[in-house]
């Protein structure tokens, strides 16, 4: 089983619905974590809500440091937001293999309850689509420089 780090700076709401999405069907290949450079500290009531309109589980979510994973063995990171991307990683993640898959966050979205759950629903739509993209690899058997070459390029696909 590889375990997935999926990192953004506020570990609040797309790393937290890509660390849901990716446990829920990603079946006993992947386990995957998710957490923040600077996290905030609590997870965005709107990602939950998202996630249980989907019927995934919201109770084990949190907001947590990437400190907290040194000595995990991960496998695999995964950036989700820009910023976060560009930072300088723990050493602990040097050795891992490294994506980006970067998404507007729609924490920022403002507007009526609709307008703003829309712009949730369309960041868990992406997040699947990626997500079911990485699951059709055969990333077992593969080395590490294709994993990483096919994850950018799954990250570089439109939402």
Request: proline share 6%; charged share 20%; with cysteine.
């Amino acid at each position: 089983m590889l375990k997935v780090l999926i990192l953004c700076t506020g570990n609040s709401c797309r790393s937290i619905l890509a660390e849901a999405l990716l446990n829920h069907l990603g079946g006993d290949r992947f386990k995957a974590f998710s957490a923040g450079s600077h996290p905030t500290g609590k997870v965005n009531p709107h990602a939950l809500a998202t996630l249980k309109r989907h019927g995934i589980p919201t109770g084990e979510f949190s907001s947590r440091s990437w400190d907290e994973f040194e000595g995990t063995g991960i496998d695999i990171a995964i950036t989700v937001c820009d910023q976060a991307a560009g930072e300088v990683c723990p050493v602990y993640l040097n050795s891992v293999v490294r994506a980006h898959w970067g998404l507007p966050d729609p924490a920022h979205v403002t507007g009526s309850p609709n307008i703003i759950e829309t712009a949730f629903e369309a960041t868990y739509a992406a997040l699947e689509k990626r997500i079911h993209q990485m699951l059709a690899l055969p990333v077992e058997t593969m080395s590490r420089g294709e994993l990483t070459d096919a994850l950018n390029k799954i990250g570089a696909t439109t939402p």
